[in-house]
Structures are given as structure tokens and as C-alpha cells.
């Protein structure tokens, strides 16, 4: 699914095309917001994104094969929720 996927789904509900788009070009801000400031997000049923620091480590160039240092760096990570697909 990608976002006008997801435009089309939220147009059934809405009256127009355009508030659903507004709708959910909100939701993704907050949602970037919300991870650029360091929460979690919880979609209970689906999953969690957090932020997670990535530690800095040393790389290599592989035309030259010159060290090249990689700096430490946030990633988002997605955690999927058990009653997503439930184990029989």
C-alpha cells in the first residue's frame, strides 16, 4: 500500500478527495514529528516505530579500499505486533 492507496481508502469515509489527502498528509506529519523528536509510535493491532541510535563504525571504500569512519546515526526500526499474525 502506498500513500494514495491509502487517499483512496480514507475518501471512502471523508466527503472529498482533497480532505482525505489534507487527512492524510496530517497523520504522516505527526508521525514524522513525532519520530524526529524521539517517541514511539504505537499502531496497536499493527506495530511500533521507535528511533534507535545506530552505533558509529569504521567503513571501507571498496574501489580503494580506504578506512572510512561512519558516524553514529538515528534509524527508525518497526517492531510488528503480535496479534498481527497470530501463531496457531
Request: hydrophobic residues 45%; aromatic residues 2%; proline residues 6%.
Amino acid at each position: 500500500m502506498n500513500k494514495s492507496t491509502l487517499v483512496q481508502v480514507v475518501g471512502r469515509v471523508v466527503s472529498t478527495r482533497r480532505e482525505a489527502t489534507a487527512a492524510v498528509d496530517a497523520v504522516m506529519r505527526a508521525m514524522q514529528m513525532a519520530l524526529r523528536s524521539g517517541e514511539k509510535i504505537v499502531l496497536a493491532g499493527i506495530g511500533s516505530l521507535h528511533v534507535k541510535m545506530r552505533k558509529a563504525k569504521v567503513g571501507r571504500n571498496p574501489r580503494t579500499g580506504q578506512v572510512v569512519p561512519i558516524p553514529p546515526r538515528r534509524a527508525v526500526r518497526f517492531k510488528i505486533s503480535k496479534d498481527l499474525f497470530p501463531r496457531n
